[in-house]
């Protein structure tokens, strides 16, 4: 997931960079979107790995 944020938040900023306005502002929702579910399962995984 945290990948997928990064690939996700690389093609917002060359988007931006080149003037892609819709394509970057949907690629920096995805990214966010990504990289919160990954914070929730890596923290969801943690406190159940210690059980």
Not at 13 to 35: N, T, Y
């Amino acid at each position: 997931m945290f990948r997928w944020a990064i690939i996700f938040a690389v093609i917002a900023l060359i988007a931006s960079f080149l003037g892609f306005g819709g394509v970057a502002g949907l690629s920096k929702d995805f990214a966010v979107i990504f990289l919160v579910v990954a914070v929730i399962l890596f923290v969801i995984g943690f406190l159940s790995r210690g059980k």
